[in-house]
């Protein structure tokens, strides 16, 4: 198979997205009392509604419609006031109703969208920006139209068809087959406590184009959900769960291939290589004349390729009739209003106010907002130093401590030895020169692991850096009398050894001269 890059230049990718939301965060399900739990006893909550005895009626839950249209207004959707609840049917052990009660196409939130900034690496699989100069947005003909180039990338706006309201199955459990599968199952196992529990599922335009675009999209929609607090979001739970539909055309050609559905992208990162994976077996099977089929295929992370799961069911098979048991749903002007009070200061909004209060740049703003604790940190540390060295504990929580998180998962910021006061002493050692910028990355992994305050690690170990401008003058005329030779080569033009003295006089320093003196110092005495 061809690489991404190779295949991206002849065939566009056409992604949508499908995403799963479990609100985790009410207390009860969508359509009865039943408590939501997460690991309780089997079938220890369930009710005559979520078991679809006969006779049994079921009540909306008011704090899921609230949640559900909290998430409308933070992703720019329309709020539809008339709406209604459909049956879907079909015949599966995990849901005893013999339907799901869902949205039709007309759903609580319409027609919204998000913004992705896209840079770095990433932004390199998106080969169709051309001659677009920062600011500029692509033609509205091409296939760059939802597109605005930038400094160091690109936005691309993607297009939210609509949120709909729906509910959970039961968990089935297969045994005695492989992983779990129901395949070489002895028997199964079903457990109605997850039935009925409240599901938004977020249906995207077919706008994105890259597997990249797809995981920024994913990212950026569970930072939301989870500022707004209406789920948990663990995608490794399975309370945020994404489908990708993916379909290729030949670059030039408007008209759309056959899609398939892709599941199991139970991670950002199995979302991008499944994607990346499909878009180049789709295109490898197309170049040899092949024919894509409309089916729902399963990514194997460990395979590192997608395998059939099932031809795709069309609409028509789900039967899908207005639910007679539920009254159309009409949403006041008052209950939006009251829904709209309650919305936090979002991920954007919050990056903006930190470029514009403490002067960082748009990628650096973005990046701390990246996670919930990264974002409270930071601020934790500006109210200590009044807006102060923004810039440098920007860098701190960027590089060090999102690099921490990153290599342990079980990493706990806000419970860790690292405080805010620990990272803002860490940063003014490092600003009025105390310890070099190497040494700082010493005191942090110290910290983390001693439980000590950063000045007293660098007085324990005698890490102070030699600032001493009449301390370093004498190690720099030692370094220079005892290099004649190189001196005269660098004054004839071999200015490349500055680097050589540099490090002598480290050296000599044990480590401890600060590099900018003896840099001045030297360029000085060697008559630069
Ligand atoms: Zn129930």
New binding site residues.
């Given amino acids: 198979m061809r690489k991404l890059e190779e295949v991206l230049q002849d065939w566009e990718a056409v992604i949508g997205l499908e995403v799963h939301a479990e609100l985790t965060t009410l207390t009860t399900?969508m359509f009865?009392g039943?408590k939501l739990e997460f690991g309780a006893d089997p079938n220890t909550h369930?009710?005559p509604?979520?078991l679809g005895l006969p006779g049994a009626l079921p009540v909306p839950n008011k704090a899921a419609i609230e949640s559900i249209v909290l998430a409308g207004l933070a992703t720019n959707c329309d709020i539809e006031k008339h709406s209604m609840f459909y049956r879907k049917n079909y015949m599966y052990p995990d849901m005893s109703k013999n339907f799901q009660t869902t949205q039709g196409p007309i759903a609580f939130c319409m027609r919204g969208h998000l913004d992705l900034e896209v840079d770095g690496v990433g932004a390199k699989e998106r080969i169709d920006l051309g001659n677009l100069k920062p600011g500029e947005t692509g033609a509205a003909d091409s296939t760059a139209a939802n597109v605005t180039r930038t400094e160091d990338g690109y936005v691309a706006h993607v297009g939210i068809t609509r949120i709909h309201m729906e509910e959970d199955a039961g968990k089935m459990v297969h045994v005695g087959g492989g992983e779990g599968r129901i395949a070489g199952a002895t028997h199964s196992l079903v457990d109605y406590n997850r039935a009925?529990t409240p599901l938004i599922e977020l249906v995207t335009e077919p706008d994105l184009r890259t597997p990249e675009e797809a995981r920024l999209f994913m990212q950026k929609l569970r930072q939301i959900y989870l500022a707004i607090g209406i789920s948990d979001c663990s995608m490794e739970e399975g309370s945020l769960r994404c489908d990708g539909n993916v379909s290729l055309r030949r670059r030039g050609t408007k008209e759309f291939g056959t899609k398939t559905e892709l599941k199991n992208m139970n991670s950002f990162k199995n979302l991008h290589d499944g994607l990346a994976y499909e878009i180049c077996r789709q295109a490898e099977v197309l170049e040899e004349g092949g024919i894509i089929y409309q089916e729902t295929r399963h990514w194997d992370p460990s395979k590192k390729r997608t395998i059939v799961m099932r031809v795709k069911e069309t609409a028509d098979d789900y039967r899908l009739f207005p639910e007679p048991d539920l009254a159309p749903y009409d949403l006041s002007d008052e209950f939006i209003n009251r829904v709209r009070a309650k919305l936090p200061e979002l991920p954007d909004e919050k990056a903006q106010r930190y470029a514009d209060t403490y002067g960082l740049s748009a990628y650096d703003a973005r990046h701390l907002v990246d996670h919930r604790v990264t974002a409270n940190f930071f601020e934790a540390c500006m109210d200590l130093t009044q807006g102060d060295l923004a810039k440098p504990l920007a860098n701190l929580i960027i590089n060090d401590i999102t690099a921490h998180m990153n290599a342990d998962e079980f990493f706990d910021l806000p419970t860790s030895p690292l405080t805010p006061e620990r990272a803002v002493e860490l940063v003014k050692l490092l600003a009025d020169d105390t310890i070099s910028s190497k040494q700082a990355k010493q005191v942090f992994t110290a910290v983390l692991e001693e439980d000590k305050d950063p000045a007293a690690i660098v007085d324990e170990r005698g890490m102070k850096q030699v600032s001493d401008t009449g301390a370093i003058e004498v190690v720099v005329d030692k370094v220079l009398a005892e290099n004649p030779d190189k001196v005269e080569q660098y004054k004839g033009g071999k200015k490349g050894l500055l680097g050589f003295f540099v490090g002598q006089c480290m050296k000599e320093t044990k480590g401890q001269g600060n590099p900018k003196v003896i840099n001045q110092l030297l360029t000085q005495k060697l008559g630069d």
């Fill in positions: 399900k009865c039943c369930t009710c509604v979520c009925g």
